[in-house]
């Protein structure tokens, strides 16, 4: 083979290995949205519009490198058989062309082009996401991002929680949108919940922000996007998009302070003179610290430590004796609390609902 073919050869082998690649990506990017069992990540299957704005650029743009890839490959198939070496051919080069004023323009102008109608496309996207009216009944939320879980505060209505996200799904007809701030309070953390909208960076001391507006309810999921530290990993989003009534009932539930009895419990004795409450907030109690998660309607989360663990009292106890065994690196510190307080602190926290 001689260095030329050799060349050649390997050329069509990357192609191959793109045409692979791009065509297992373009065929879910083709499929009709039907109404399947859709993944609660599958980026192609958006029900938000700023989602829905970011699912149609991509095919665009699929389409238009699909059509490059195409004309790039028929030719460069089609160069390699018509100008193979043939049994009996006396082995010089075809004739070679240099310097074609023609041909330069062209591969110079039109991928400049191509590049600039991209840009311009996606150059649309962003600014229609992040110019979008904010109306006047949007659900406004402040979404911090800590090492390795999310505060989720509703300045208006009174609620504070922790990496699980209600909003209310929102009729085309009459839109309820939910606005988040983006925050952070270490370091560079990014929101992403793929069939809700597009990546937005949490980046200390530069608010940003995004909305959705889910036509949908359910429960959609996502991760922290931008790699912040050891449990980056377990930095879990779940986003509950409820019906309006529902949502309503939800708020309420949550603006209220923590039921408390009238005696106060040995649990709740041993979370306050323990540094949990250096941490950790429970509305109407002693405790009002905010490095951690508010505990206050702990029990009304499906999960916790972000997504890493379901609430269960098993876990709650296993959380509380030693974080790191549920999330290494987490920023709890293992309490070292003994046996009988480790079971009355977690009956403490089961009675926050
Ligand atoms: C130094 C601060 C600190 C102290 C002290 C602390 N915690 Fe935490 N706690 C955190 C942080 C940070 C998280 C979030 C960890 C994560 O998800 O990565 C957390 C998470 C939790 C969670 C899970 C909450 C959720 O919704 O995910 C519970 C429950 C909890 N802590 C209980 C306690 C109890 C009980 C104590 C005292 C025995 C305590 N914590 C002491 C910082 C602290
Ligand atoms: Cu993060």
């Given at each position: 083979?001689?260095?030329?073919?050799?060349?050649?050869?390997?050329?069509?082998?990357i192609?191959?290995?793109?045409?692979?690649?791009?065509?297992?990506?373009?065929?879910?990017?083709?499929?009709?949205?039907?109404?399947?069992?859709?993944?609660?990540?599958?980026?192609?299957?958006?029900?938000?519009?700023?989602?829905?704005?970011?699912?149609?650029?991509?095919?665009?743009?699929?389409?238009?490198?699909?059509?490059?890839f195409?004309?790039?490959?028929?030719?460069?198939?089609?160069?390699?058989?018509?100008?193979?070496?043939?049994?009996?051919?006396?082995?010089?080069?075809?004739?070679?062309?240099?310097?074609?004023?023609?041909?330069?323009?062209?591969?110079?102008?039109?991928?400049?082009?191509?590049?600039?109608?991209?840009?311009?496309?996606?150059?649309?996207?962003?600014?229609?996401?992040?110019?979008?009216?904010?109306?006047?009944?949007?659900?406004?939320?402040?979404?911090?991002?800590?090492?390795?879980?999310?505060?989720?505060?509703?300045?208006?209505?009174?609620?504070?929680?922790?990496?699980?996200?209600?909003?209310?799904?929102?009729?085309?007809?009459?839109?309820?949108?939910?606005?988040?701030?983006l925050?952070?309070?270490?370091?560079?953390?990014?929101?992403?919940?793929?069939?809700?909208?597009g990546?937005?960076?949490?980046?200390?001391?530069?608010?940003?922000?995004?909305?959705?507006?889910?036509?949908?309810?359910?429960?959609?999921?996502?991760?922290?996007?931008?790699?912040?530290?050891?449990?980056?990993?377990?930095?879990?989003?779940?986003?509950?998009?409820?019906?309006?009534?529902?949502?309503?009932?939800?708020?309420?539930?949550q603006s209220?302070?923590?039921?408390?009895?009238?005696?106060?419990?040995?649990?709740?004795?041993?979370?306050?003179?323990?540094?949990?409450?250096?941490?950790?907030?429970?509305?109407?109690?002693?405790?009002?610290?905010?490095?951690?998660?508010?505990?206050?309607?702990?029990?009304?989360?499906?999960?916790?430590?972000?997504?890493?663990?379901?609430n269960?009292?098993?876990?709650?106890?296993?959380?509380?004796?030693?974080p790191?065994?549920?999330?290494?690196?987490?920023?709890?510190p293992?309490?070292?609390?003994?046996?009988?307080?480790?079971?009355?602190?977690?009956?403490?926290?089961?009675?926050?609902?």
């Amino acid at each position: 083979m001689s260095g030329r073919r050799k060349v050649a050869f390997a050329v069509v082998h990357i192609h191959v290995l793109i045409a692979l690649v791009l065509g297992g990506a373009a065929v879910p990017a083709f499929a009709e949205p039907a109404r399947a069992p859709w993944s609660p990540t599958n980026i192609f299957a958006p029900v938000s519009t700023p989602a829905e704005w970011i699912f149609d650029l991509s095919r665009f743009v699929l389409t238009v490198t699909a059509a490059i890839f195409a004309v790039v490959f028929s030719l460069l198939v089609y160069a390699v058989v018509k100008f193979r070496q043939r049994r009996g051919s006396n082995g010089r080069e075809p004739a070679q062309v240099y310097g074609s004023t023609q041909v330069e323009l062209a591969w110079t102008v039109i991928p400049i082009l191509i590049v600039l109608v991209l840009f311009l496309a996606a150059a649309r996207v962003i600014a229609s996401i992040q110019n979008a009216a904010r109306p006047s009944n949007a659900i406004e939320v402040t979404v911090i991002g800590h090492q390795f879980w999310w505060e989720y505060r509703y300045p208006s209505l009174k609620v504070v929680t922790a990496n699980e996200l209600h909003i209310p799904v929102s009729d085309p007809a009459h839109p309820t949108p939910t606005f988040l701030t983006l925050l952070s309070a270490d370091t560079d953390h990014s929101f992403w919940v793929p069939r809700l909208a597009g990546k937005t960076d949490l980046i200390p001391n530069h608010p940003n922000s995004t909305w959705m507006d889910p036509r949908e309810t359910g429960l959609y999921l996502g991760q922290c996007a931008q790699y912040c530290g050891t449990q980056h990993a377990k930095m879990l989003l779940r986003v509950y998009v409820q019906m309006p009534d529902e949502f309503d009932r939800w708020i309420q539930e949550q603006s209220r302070p923590a039921q408390i009895s009238d005696t106060i419990s040995e649990g709740q004795k041993i979370f306050e003179r323990t540094a949990c409450i250096n941490c950790h907030a429970v509305r109407g109690t002693a405790a009002n610290g905010r490095f951690g998660p508010d505990l206050t309607h702990l029990m009304s989360r499906d999960t916790i430590a972000s997504g890493a663990a379901l609430n269960t009292p098993d876990n709650l106890r296993r959380w509380v004796k030693d974080p790191s065994v549920i999330k290494p690196g987490s920023k709890m510190p293992a309490m070292g609390l003994s046996d009988p307080d480790l079971n009355a602190v977690t009956t403490y926290l089961e009675s926050l609902r």
